[in-house]
């Protein structure tokens, strides 16, 4: 800036910006459900799972099973516990439930004309 006999002076500041706009945030979803499966049944526990994420789309695989307690030759409740991580390190954590149980032996009775 000059003044009227041509003198300059100059100074720096400075302006801090606040953003006060709210994150956004992108989490992503486990999408699992409990099962009832037999006694010696073939479980995989990454059967029918998905993670999506709004940000990064289909990310089931990148999930990680965190739990999984499933003995299928015993009857009983038992847990798998799944987690999975996005871009962005927002996490994301599903429980289910497997419940194993014993297999039904079924007599068949026929009459003979």
Do not use: W
């Amino acid at each position: 800036m000059k003044d009227k006999g041509g003198l300059e002076a100059r100074k720096t500041i400075t302006v801090p910006v606040i953003d006060n706009s709210n994150p956004i945030v992108y989490l992503p979803v486990i999408h699992a459900s409990d099962k009832t499966i037999y006694v010696n049944d073939l479980f995989d526990p990454m059967e029918d799972v998905k993670a999506i994420c709004p940000l990064d789309g289909d990310i089931t695989n990148l999930i990680e099973i965190a739990t999984n307690t499933v003995d299928t030759s015993k009857v009983g409740l038992y847990d798998v516990v799944y987690t999975v991580t996005n871009s962005t390190n927002q996490d994301a954590t599903k429980a289910v439930k497997i419940n194993v149980i014993s297999a039904v032996k079924i007599n068949v009775i026929s009459k003979k004309p």
